[in-house]
Structure formats: C-alpha cells, structure tokens
C-alpha cells in the first residue's frame, strides 16, 4: 500500500521558487523525504544564482515544470 504523501515526505523545507514564467523567486515551503544512511544534510546560509539558473525560472528553454527551486 502506497504511503501517505505526509508519511512518505515528513520534512519541512524552505527554498526560493518560481512559480511561473516571471522567473520571480519568492520564498517556498515544501516536504521532502527524510535523509537515508548515505545522505549528508549541509546548511546553506548564502547562495548565488546563475545564468542557467535564470533560463530555468523563466522557461527560457521551454521545458520548466511549476514551482521550481532554481540550483
């Protein structure tokens, strides 16, 4: 039987998405899964974004699937 989507992704994360072609990145709260035995959590503080990063959020390349978080 198929997981819960709250059981299958029980963390809470914060990470700046576009939600459309704007490319305007404003903060966004999503789930993920939980870390496994060979995964590493590492706590960003600062981050830069590049160009490619910039064709994404904008569907510059015409395949950017909604919200997305750039990176």
């Not at 939980?34 to 569907?59: M, P, R």
């Amino acid at each position: 039987m198929a997981k819960a989507p709250c059981q299958e992704h029980p963390q809470k994360v914060l990470g700046w998405a576009a939600v459309d072609k704007s490319g305007t990145l404003s903060p966004f709260h999503f789930s993920r899964r939980e870390n496994g035995d060979d995964d590493v959590t590492v706590k960003i503080q600062y981050c830069g974004v590049c160009h490619s990063d910039l064709h994404l959020a904008k569907n510059d390349w015409g395949f950017t699937n909604y919200p997305v978080v750039p990176g």
